[in-house]
Structures are given as structure tokens and as C-alpha cells.
């Protein structure tokens, strides 16, 4: 069967491959590695889901009482051993090799037959062996998307690679060459940076590099998600600057990334996607967390100055305890307490981000407000059935604008971007001029032409350092003396 046919069939979901050679191989090192061996088949069900079945000639240490015990071993809520997998490698009719890996076989004994029916689900296969050097990769995605390219069909460049996209009613690929030879695990970067670009969950189906063809079974995600992509769909930037922006992030996943698996941006980008589906409550925790989550990727410390100035007030504090007849019980307590003042919290990222011209005040404001509502909650003070839902919609879309600006600056983007916190999303530039050292920290009253002119109140670094010791300080009274009492 031609690569062509193959991925079309598999894309109809017909594909079949009959295996005149099967062996099936326990995860375990030694002899006593259970070993199936056999003809069969690869088939993908209309779940559009790989499966396969071996009808075993030759069944190496177990039987059918062994086989039937082995279900005893498993235990409710722990995870599979590594001994309780298999892989796969099998010769079609055709000559050609198939491979597959993590396989959770069943196996079905016929009280007249000795030896067992074995089959069971993929998660994927392979056919083919890998170029020892792939410079070219082609990545198939069987599903609908929006692209920014005219006549179903764009080329441009990106981290030294040229790259075809073409697509049609349903679905596209996304082909890249090299003249040297690509980076290590690039098919899961490349989808990495179209995950980010689109805020679609989309996923390589069929995955070419040479002659070897990688074939994933379909996953279960969200049909319809509501954080829009950082360049919305239909704008002239979208057109113009989408590919730009996918360049700016297949660069920065490729220098951060040595492992196979997912950067932890792109990480916490799923999560933020994935929660916008379900409802307000669960999308504002998801998205607040997400933010927290990426501005803890930003390059950022505290002044050397300010770092040993807390260090000798933690000193000092820890010590007026410990040496205190009365309050030395709670020295521990006390010290946890102080430790933080040298941490750098998420609101001192952003503050510093802020002041580079990476965001706004406005942004981290609605952060601040959807994420304390959501993780913090406080009963008794708030009905939910009377929030103002024009506000909350407004703080989860500059939310997520905000989510995007912090991957910009760790990107190094420098372009157009959908304001979704502005009315009618209009089309901005990144990065903004670089702004005064303030950020909003809480609500502070301002009189005259300073509340005129301030519009909304602002607290500068030195602000934000005063205000955390002056919570530290409060929750030292509490831990010292106890609650005060209320006046009846």
C-alpha cells in the first residue's frame, strides 16, 4: 500500500493492514516475559480508533489459568506497571514493518483451543523506520480550522525551515523542510505552536518523516472552546502576522524544550483552552491558574538590595519570638510565616512586566479579581445570582489578553494582537511603551486632580513591599495574641 493511500484511508477511517507475522512481548527484562506470537491485524474501528487482533499460534509463559489469575493483580487506583504492558512489531502481506508501543492487551481462550485470541486498542502505530538524519516532516490534522492562508495554501519561513500549509473541507497539512537536519521531537513542537496560534486543540494524525508513517488514534477533547487565539480569526493581522507569531513560539519551545514531552507553556495554554469550555466559574479558575502558572516563566528576581533587606527583617522577627518567653512556642509557625517575604509571588512578576511594557494595570487588575473569587472563596459576602455578568465577561477576556502578553514577552514578540478586553476587539501593537514602576495593587482613594487624572488607583514596588509586610505583620498578631474581639 503507497503512504498516499494509507493516510487517505486512514483518514476515511478504513484503514485495515492484514500482519502475516505477530509477536507480541511483554515489558519485562528476563525469560519470563510473556511472548505472543501469530497472524492478525491492524483495523481502525468507526470510533475512529486503532485496534488490532493476533490469533496466537504460540503463547510463551502463561496459560489460561495464568492469564485469568492475572486480573488479581490489579489494583483499584494505582497505575499500571510497566510490566503490564506490551509492544508490538509485526510484517504485513505487503513486506512492510508496523510497530506499536504501551499496548494493554485482552486475550479471549477457546475451551478447544489452547492458545488465546489476543487484541485490544493503540493508542498508535508506525510503519517504516526513521531516517537517521529526517530534514523533512509532514504532519496531517483531520479536522476543520480557520488558517491564515489565501487560497487554501501558505509558504513562508521559520527557524531555518520552509513551510507548506495547504488544507481543505477537512482537514490540512503542514509539510517543513531543512537543509540540515531537524531538531529532535520537532513534530510535537511544530503542533505545539499551531496549538497556540489557533487556541484549537488540534492533533497530528499522520505523521511522515521519510518513509516512516506514525498513525494516532482519535482523543476525546472539547468540541467548542471560547478563548480566542492571539490574533483573531478574520482580521488582516491574522493574515499578515499569524505566521510571524508562530515563528516567535516554535523558537522559544525549541531553545526551552530537550524532552519529548509538551512545554510547561504550552502546558498551562491547554489547561486555559480546555477550561473555556465548560462553564464561567470552571474557565475563570483555569485561565487565573494558567496565568499564575506561565508568569512564573518570566526571568525575574528580586533586587539584590531588596532581597537582603528582607532576609535581616525575617532575621529579625524569628528572633524577637525565639527569644520570647511568652511567644517562643510559635517560632516554627513564625518562620514559615516570614519566609515568604523574600519569594517572588505572581504579583511581583507581573508588576515588574508591567513596567516593561509588557502589559497593562488594567490586565493584572482582573486578574487579581477573577482569580481571588475563584480560588479564595468567601461565603456569605457575594450572591452569585447578583454579580454583574458584563463585568465578569470582561475580566475573563482580559484575562486571557493578559495570559497572551506574558507569552509574548517570554517569546519576544514584537506585532499586532487582539485586544479581546477593549469593545469590538480591536487590533493592537505589542509590546506597549514602557510604563512607570506602578501597578495596581488594591483600591486607594484620590482626591482632586490626581483621582481625575489617575482615573483608577496605582501602588509603585515600594507600595507592594510595604503592603506585604503590613499583612505579614497582621498575621503575626493573630498567631501572638489571637483574634481581637468584637465589641457586642
Known sequence: MTLDKLIENFRQRKLQVDLLQMELTQNKEGSTAIVYTGKGYIRQTEDDVLTFKLYADEA????????????????????????????????????????????????????????????????????????????????????????????NEANFSAQGCTFQVTKDDEGFVVRAKSEQALPAYFDTRVEEALRFLLAQSVVARARVQGMQVDLTSATQRSLRTRLGPPISRGSEAFMNSSWQLFDSYLGYILRETK????????????????????????????????????VGLLPYALPKEQKAKMKELQKFITKQVNESETHKESGNRIQGLVAGLTAVRAIDRMVWLTQQGGTESAYVDAWKSLRNRGVHPTTGKTDIASLDYQKYIDELHKVGVLLYHIVFHLIGYCGPFTDYGGRGFPERPYPFPQALPAVAEAPRTLTGDSAAAAGTSQRTMLDCVQAKIARLLSKLRQVLFGQPRRPA
Open 60 to 151: 510463551k509463559n502463561t496459560n489460561m489459568a495464568a492469564s485469568f489469575n492475572s486480573w488479581n493483580d490489579i489494583v483499584p487506583g494505582q497505575v499500571y506497571d510497566e510490566s503490564a504492558y506490551y509492544t508490538l512489531r509485526a510484517i504485513a502481506s505487503d513486506g512492510e514493518t508496523w510497530a506499536a508501543e504501551q499496548v494493554l492487551p485482552q486475550c479471549d481462550w477457546l475451551g478447544w483451543h489452547d492458545k488465546p485470541v489476543v487484541y485490544g486498542k493503540l493508542n498508535s502505530c508506525v510503519r517504516g523506520v526513521p531516517p537517521k538524519e529526517p530534514r523533512g516532516l509532514a504532519l496531517h490534522f483531520f479536522e476543520r480550522t480557520d488558517l491564515p492562508c489565501l487560497i
Open 259 to 294: 524532552s519529548p514531552y509538551w512545554n510547561t507553556c504550552s502546558n498551562h495554554l491547554h489547561n486555559a483552552l480546555e477550561a473555556s469550555a465548560n462553564s464561567m466559574d470552571a474557565w475563570a479558575i483555569g485561565l487565573g491558574v494558567a496565568v499564575e502558572g506561565v
